[in-house]
């Protein structure tokens, strides 16, 4: 599987990304936000950091790149896109997922380490066992509602996610909730503990915690390969 | 003859001026003069003593003079560091202030061609009751954060004390790690005449005119408001531009050198670009793209404008130069030549506004000798905070619980320690930050310290201290030191007390790097730190990195399981001179012990191959608070108690008091197999379990919860976080 990172003026974990799609067994290569052409690739994660200087809102510039409409297309065509935090707040502004990103409840950058439940996608209709959350299945899943547990860091200032009410019964329904904070986890103030959505069809997915920072054990954690690799079966 | 004396030049210096140029200076030249004459860029008070420094070494990539200093990793890589204070512009806006100071120091790393791939902070306010101190902590942290995160570079260390000395004069020394290949990195020197000089970046405003002059060279007193329009504005975003079109620039061999502007802007660059290629330049202010178009000459030669760099350039390149900014959003200008007058000279439109030879700009302010005398007694305050008849038990609560101790996680949760993937080693977790670089296929371990408090007591000793305890926390992840980098941040060096600091402080550094092996390969001086109550703490921080071989095999600090046994190793020998107990006790006096250099090198050696060959589970050095509080954060951080025996300690003569609150160099608490530790010459005095810390030590004896000393250590966040509105008077 061949990724693609783009790379916006202020990304800052974009080589990261790079290295943890070749870690979980991809390829990987930059996409400059000015080209229109994604270049062939399977697979495009919109990554951390401060695009454009966060300047205006968070994503709110990086939105309007060549590189995003190139990516709204892939996404349209059921491609897989990751956004991480900052590729998250794009993804919002974009219109590809529903949802905004807001400061943090106690108004400060935080970095530490968080336990994710990741959700399967449609709950009421097919249970993990099925295979819908990638090789999540391959795992015994846990806690009561059918997801699995995370070990991921999160670094952000803006990662409160919010939604109106009854959106947020929609997402819930239709199984768009893919990763909420473990109890005690939701250092954001992030409504219903939501710490990343996904598309409809689930081949979208935003979460504010970073897997790319978590797939070396020297580093933290490998959970975050997970993340790349239930995207995998869009490509 | 007043004009001169208002920016900060004597009489004699000006009289000097005079003289190298044959004439009266113009306002735009005396403007130049007045920055490159300062302390801050000629280091006129110091130069002197810092020629004392031992600064070469065969891992030494680069030393002393260069933007930044190197040393070679292995593998065709090097490691670039420096460490630089803001402290006068953080004084007086803390954001900003220590938000620039970062800039600053990514700055001069990126300028050697090397990507930086880390930063740590040393930082000092006063007492942590003091609403000032807060709001100053408040700022430096956020502004710390905003630009290292915004950057994309972790912050992956740092230390804090909490002292009076320090209330109305703050320290914010940044340091930044770069990593380069050592055949990409790049010097500063100007060099082909008729080559193009490019700035890049940022366009030039009027914030920070006379930045390093005003603010870093005299004391702040009052009216500090009058000098906030001298602090520079930061902007991380445009940063992250210069830094990427830079390292891009270099990479495809279009820059000849490379220069950052900081104090003294383009002034500065210029000079210091020209004079170390035995050039001359000529600079068309009317070139500069401006914030504000009716800039005088002066204000663009002098303005510390962030987020700007100085290229120089072959003319075939300057339009591939330009491409590359313009990819990268950034600006862009050729705004003078190479020459070979060996002059700076300014011009606008044409005609001449400014001319002076380099070597009178550059290296033509006199140094000055100091004249320093010891003070007849302890010269800084007492102030009582725990009685003198305060059990054991309270007593190491109550050390846990002070600032200056506890854990900082308050400050480093809000920074990103990430980026990068390098981060083997997260803040709190072990006694060095450790980084992995696996294009060199090793590690490097990065520590910075320095305890103001000994030095005030014994400046030489208290210097050789901090030495001591940067080499032992290198030691602790397995790293051997490669070079040292340091900020002397001292008062008034007019001033003979100052003075003596000052001078007993850099021989003090010298002996210890002799004795060591540690080269100085780079350095900042910060001086006039002095508030109302006269000088802060003399404060020589001082910042190692070292190598080891594998990431994976760097030990913790906390305790790894119960049932391992505690080992005591290395020439330990407390006392309470300058202790964090005795400055509780208010009863802090000048003097400090002599440290045995070699012995403790030679307990380093140990430790370091043990912790490399994997033979124990956890090593910590004994530093602030002494072995109790050692034994404590190494039980806090495992979440399981301990009980020992300080009998040991007792018999070297220490008294049970010394042996728990007791500090000085050379002491490492190890755990592991017992006969691990044992074969490794330390002294078996404990166990690690349970749920309670259990030190004997005679009629001192305590026994405290894990969970009371877990809540004094993590008091910080709460204290720290009640941050109140700025000081009244700030």
Redesign the interface.
């Known amino acids: 599987m061949i990724w693609g990172v783009l790379q916006f003026?202020?990304?800052?974990?974009e080589?990261?990304a790079l290295?943890a799609c070749e870690v979980v067994g991809g390829e990987a290569r930059l996409i400059w936000h000015e080209d229109r052409d994604l270049g062939g690739v399977d697979g495009v994660v919109v990554p951390?950091?401060?695009s454009?200087?966060?300047?205006l809102r968070a994503g709110a510039i990086a939105r309007f790149s060549p590189a995003m409409e190139a990516v709204a297309e892939h996404a349209a065509a059921g491609g897989p896109v990751l956004g991480i935090c900052n590729g998250f707040q794009v993804l919002c502004e974009a219109g590809l997922l529903p949802g905004a990103l807001l400061r943090n409840e106690e108004l400060?950058?935080?970095?530490?380490q968080a336990d994710l439940v990741a959700l399967p996608q449609h709950p009421a209709v097919d249970g993990p066992e099925t295979g819908h959350i990638g090789r999540f299945s391959a795992h015994r899943p846990e806690g009561a509602d059918g997801g699995r547990t995370l070990s991921i860091?999160l670094?952000h200032?803006e990662g409160r996610y919010y939604a109106p009410d009854d959106l947020l019964d929609a997402l819930e329904a239709k199984g768009q909730v893919a990763y909420r904070y473990a109890e005690g986890h939701n250092v954001n103030g992030s409504v219903r503990d939501i710490a990343g959505v996904r598309s409809e069809r689930g081949n979208v997915v935003g979460l504010m915690p970073?897997p790319?920072?978590a797939v070396?054990p020297?580093?933290?954690s490998t959970d975050g390969r997970q993340v790349f690799e239930a995207l995998e079966r869009y490509a | 003859m007043s004009r001169h004396r208002e920016l900060g030049l004597t009489d004699s210096e000006y009289e000097l001026i005079v003289e190298k140029l044959g004439r009266e200076p113009n306002a735009v030249e005396l403007a130049m003069f007045s920055l490159l004459w300062s302390e801050h860029c000629a280091y006129k008070h110091s130069r002197k003593l810092l020629r004392r420094l031992p600064t070469e070494g065969p891992r030494v990539v680069m030393g002393p003079g260069e933007n930044a200093g190197a040393v070679d990793v292995g593998s065709g890589y090097a490691v670039a560091f420096k460490v630089e204070s803001h402290n006068h512009p953080s004084a007086v806006e803390p954001f900003q202030g220590a938000a620039t100071g970062v800039g600053g120091i990514l700055r001069d790393v990126f300028a050697i061609g090397a990507r930086p791939i880390a930063v740590l902070d040393s930082l000092r306010f006063g007492e942590l009751d003091s609403v000032r101190s807060r709001h100053l902590l408040d700022g430096a942290v956020?502004g710390i954060?905003?630009y290292g995160?915004?950057?994309?570079v972790p912050t992956v260390g740092g230390e804090v004390y909490f002292e009076e000395p320090y209330e109305h004069n703050c320290l914010v020394n940044a340091m930044c790690i770069g990593f380069a290949k050592t055949a990409d990195m790049v010097r500063a020197a100007a060099a082909g005449v008729g080559n193009a000089v490019v700035l890049m970046g940022a366009s030039t405003g009027r914030d920070g005119i006379g930045g390093a002059s005003v603010l870093a060279s005299a004391e702040l007193g009052e009216g500090d408001d009058a000098k906030r329009p001298t602090v520079q504005i930061g902007?991380?975003?445009?940063e992250?531009?210069v830094l990427?079109c830079c390292l891009e620039l270099l990479a495809k061999g279009l820059l000849v050198s490379l220069q950052d502007l900081g104090a003294a802007g383009l002034t500065s660059s210029a000079g210091e670009m020209a004079s170390a290629g035995g050039v001359g330049i000529d600079i068309d202010v009317a070139a500069v793209p401006l914030r504000e178009a009716d800039m005088e000459p002066f204000e663009i030669m002098v303005s510390e404008s962030q987020e700007r760099m100085l290229g120089v350039v072959e003319p075939a390149k300057v339009d591939e130069v330009r491409a590359i900014c313009d990819k990268?959003?950034t600006g862009s200008a050729q705004i003078g030549v190479v020459t070979d007058s060996g002059h700076i000279r300014i011009l606008k439109a044409g005609q001449v506004v400014g001319d002076m030879p380099v070597e009178a700009l550059v290296d033509g302010c006199p140094l000055y000798d100091l004249a320093p005398a010891a003070p007849a007694a302890w010269i800084y305050g007492n102030r009582a905070t725990l009685p003198t008849d305060a059990d054991s038990a309270t007593t190491l609560l109550a050390l846990l619980a002070a600032p200056s101790i506890a854990s900082k996680k308050w400050i480093?949760?809000?920074?990103?320690?990430?980026?990068?993937?390098?981060?083997?080693r997260?803040p709190e977790t072990a006694d060095a930050a450790v980084l992995?670089l696996p294009e060199a296929g090793n590690a490097i371990a990065v520590s910075i310290d320095g305890n103001g408090r000994k030095v005030a007591c014994e400046p030489f000793n208290g210097t050789v201290e901090a030495v001591l305890e940067c080499t032992q926390n290198l030691a602790c992840v397995g790293a051997e030191p490669l070079g040292l980098t340091n900020c002397l941040n001292f008062g008034n060096p007019e001033k003979p007390v100052p003075a003596w600091q000052l001078d007993r402080a850099v021989s003090g550094l010298a002996a210890a790097c002799e004795e060591l092996g540690v080269p100085v390969v780079g350095g900042n001086v910060s001086l006039y730190n002095e508030g109302p109550d006269g000088p802060i703490y003399p404060t020589p921080v001082v910042a190692m990195v070292g190598e080891l071989p594998d990431?994976?095999r760097t030990a913790p600090s906390a305790f790894a399981k119960e049932g391992d046994a505690i080992g005591l190793l290395g020439p330990f020998a407390p006392t309470l001179h300058g202790a964090e107990l005795t400055k509780q006790r208010g009863e802090l006096e000048a003097g400090l012990p002599k440290p045995d250099v070699a012995a403790v090198a030679a307990a380093c050696a140990t430790v370091r191959e043990a912790v490399r060959a994997g033979r124990v589970a956890s090593a910590h050095d004994v530093s602030d608070g002494g072995l109790a509080c050692a034994l404590a954060e190494c039980a806090i951080g495992a979440g399981i108690g301990c009980r020992a025996d300080l009998q040991e300690l007792r018999e070297r003569g220490c008294t049970p008091e010394e042996a728990l609150f007791g500090e000085g160099p050379g002491g490492f608490v190890l755990s592991g197999e017992r006969g691990e530790l044992e074969a490794l010459g330390a002294r078996v005095i404990g166990q690690v379990g349970g749920t309670t810390i259990e030190l004997a030590a005679g009629d001192r004896s305590l026994i405290v919860g894990l969970g009371d000393a877990t809540e004094a250590w993590r008091s910080l966040d709460a204290r720290a976080e009640s941050v109140a509105e700025p000081p009244a008077d700030a």
Do not use: M
């Open positions: 003026p202020g990304s800052c974990d080589r990261d290295h951390g950091g401060f454009f200087g966060d300047y400060r950058f935080i970095c530490k860091p670094k200032g970073h790319e920072h070396d020297l580093t933290g | 956020r954060g905003h995160n915004s950057i994309g902007d991380p975003f445009e992250s531009k990427e990268w959003q480093f949760q809000q920074y990103d320690a990430l980026v990068g993937s390098r981060t083997v997260r992995q990431p994976a």
